[in-house]
């Protein structure tokens, strides 16, 4: 290890939304900040997001009519047993104060979209509109020489390189195939998207999570805060106080970090460390049945935290936000992930369990969704469903990674992404479910979708569900017959989009150790902590929202934290006679 020795008043191991937060407003309060992640890029997990943020409270959501009590009585309902209301409370009561900051002071341009409804539509205190926000679009060259330093898209994710925004934009880009207006902004989209490439190695137009990030690393770099990648953080040190005054670092930097005012740990979950999946996802007892898509979520936080006291919190009620994915090599036989987090909402499409049968309402949010996934297959040795589509569908809308025409289906079918059937019982033989079954699971779908009902599980029956199909689709954005052949199926498994069970902090963010006492200088935000939503995903940015709030507050006071340890050393040495 390297005898170097920098200094700082904080450092932050993180470099995602809550990690960011933390270090602006520390800034902002006139602190020196060192930000640390071990990733060869910036913006962790957040950059590769939708970008949103669930926030209640915001100007938009008051302007509209939304209470304190309705957030209130919906968050409780989500969360059951798990509810916390003094966590409640706090990030309800930072919601404006730290959107003011990140709108005024941190150059984070939000969008207020006039829809995006409540996960939940039909739980008491859902709401339509004025929860979750996002960001606008954002010029990578805001960056400067750090342009191409943020993490890169989920390249499964982008449309040939470009990725739509999550709203107007990606609704455009679904009927491309349709219309020759939506063809033609599609196309001015991809040719821009290639030519920046070829000419300056990445696109400048930024969305989404990366949109978000762009604009909070823009922020932190003009304000003069070093950002350093490719540093790992290997172990957490204490003063000579006792308080957490510092960190070992290994990698591009190495030698001892002193902060003087503690260590933000916003490293991310632990979805991505097998042995820890054991300890808390139920349906992955071996720690081999779950494919995440996050970045860099290892478990470093909890790691970091474990020697001094800090503590798994598992009481949420699910212990990560679950995105079922499809899990395939490519045709250099590289690993690919595909998180399906809208495709179940489009006309044409159902989920079908291992018998063939559906089990769930398929316009359910991922993170509800992946909660019925687990209980269809509890018991069982893998975790897996099959999503079920006919020519129409496919044509039409394509099935997740899989485009839909003009372009060909074979490059999907060879990979071993996409299977086909040239009817429903050689589709049934292909992915080994009951061909009986499947039969007539397609024919009770089918009658009730050719009436625009689902009377099983109630699919598009509410504001959400319409939300996630096809608005122009009649008579229900989410329903359409699977009745033309060939027919198509993909597999999917379980994967999340962060872990909801994390260290246990306390009302300032502080890590808390098993004897129920903070942890001075040690503090946990973003999936690094438990989350406050206690198992429950009310909408767009549940991960999100938090993470930047409560990196907020605890930028905003960890000098006064550190001051408060302060006086009362010197007031025990007052006492004791050394004063």
């Known amino acids: 290890m390297s005898d ?38 910036l913006g962790g997990t957040t950059a590769v997001s939708g970008g949103w943020l669930w926030v209640p409270g915001n100007k938009q959501g008051v302007a509209e009519g939304d209470t304190r009590e309705e957030a209130e009585t919906y968050i409780r309902a989500l969360a059951g047993d798990s509810y916390d209301p003094d966590a409640v409370g706090a990030f309800l009561d930072l919601v404006p104060e730290a959107l003011d900051f990140f709108e005024n002071d941190a150059g984070v341009e939000f969008h207020y979209p006039e829809m995006a409804p409540d996960y939940q539509m039909d739980t008491p205190g859902a709401r339509r509109s004025g929860r979750a926000l996002t960001v606008r679009k954002a010029d990578g060259r805001t960056l400067k020489k750090d ?9 499964t994710y982008t449309v040939f390189g470009y990725m739509p925004e999550i709203g107007p934009d990606i609704a455009t880009f679904i009927k491309a195939n349709r219309s020759a207006k939506a063809f033609l902004y599609v196309t001015r989209r991809l040719v821009r998207t290639w030519s920046e490439r070829i000419l300056f190695r990445r696109a400048f137009t930024r969305t989404n999570g990366n949109a978000l990030m762009t604009r909070m690393l823009a922020g932190a770099g003009d304000m003069g805060i070093p950002m350093w990648t490719g540093t790992k ?83 949420p009620h699910q212990p990560a936000s679950w995105g079922p994915v499809t899990v395939w090599k490519n045709l250099r036989g590289q690993e690919r992930i595909f998180p399906h987090l809208r495709a179940f909402g489009l006309p044409g499409l159902i989920a079908v369990n291992r018998e063939g049968e559906r089990f769930a309402n398929e316009s359910y949010s991922y993170h509800d969704f992946g909660v019925e996934m687990i209980k269809e297959n509890a018991g069982r040795r893998d975790t897996f469903g099959w999503i079920v589509a006919d ?17 060909p289906a074979w490059y999907y079918r060879k990979v071993g992404y996409l299977i086909q059937g040239s009817s429903v019982a050689d589709l049934a033989s292909r992915i080994d479910v009951p061909a009986e079954a499947l039969r007539r699971t397609l024919e009770e779908f089918n009658a009730d979708a050719a009436l625009g009902r689902d009377t099983r599980f109630k699919r598009g029956s509410n504001w959400f569900h319409h939300f996630k199909g096809d608005m122009e689709h ?41 004897s129920g006492r903070g942890v001075p200088g040690l503090y946990a935000v973003g999936t690094a902590a ?10 767009y940015g549940a991960n999100i929202g938090p993470a930047m709030v409560f990196g907020y507050r605890v930028g905003r006071d960890i000098a006064a934290h550190a001051a ?8 025990a040495a007052v006492r004791d006679g050394d004063g």
């Open 147 to 155: 342009r191409r330093r943020v993490q890169p898209y989920l390249h």
């Open 564 to 571: 408060e340890r302060s006086g009362g050393l010197r007031k």
């Open 4 to 41: 170097t020795t920098y200094e700082c008043d904080v450092l932050v191991v993180g470099s995602g939304a809550a990690g960011i937060s933390a270090a602006l407003k520390a800034k902002q309060q006139g602190l020196d900040v060192l930000v640390v992640d071990k990733e060869p890029y």
């Open 474 to 514: 009649k008579p229900n954005p989410n329903l359409a017959p699977i009745d033309k052949a060939p027919y198509y199926a993909v597999r999917i498994q379980m994967g999340d989009l962060g872990t909801y069970a994390g260290l246990s902090v306390n009302g300032r963010g502080e890590v808390l150790a098993a």
């Open 233 to 315: 953080v290997t172990e957490v040190l204490r003063d000579e106080r006792g308080a957490i005054g510092g960190a070992v670092i290994t990698g591009a930097h190495s030698g001892t970090v002193r902060a003087r005012y503690g260590v933000v740990l916003a490293a991310g979950g632990f979805s991505g460390n097998a042995a820890l999946r054991t300890r808390a996802f139920a349906h992955d007892p071996r720690g081999d049945d779950h494919f995440t898509p996050t970045i860099g979520h290892q478990g470093d936080s909890y790691f970091l935290a474990e020697p001094h006291g800090g503590v798994l919190d598992t009481r």
């Open 391 to 407: 020519r129409k569908a496919m044509r039409t809308y394509g099935i997740g990674y899989a485009k839909p025409w003009p372009l």
């Open 530 to 539: 438990v989350s406050v939503f206690g198992g429950g995903y009310p909408g």
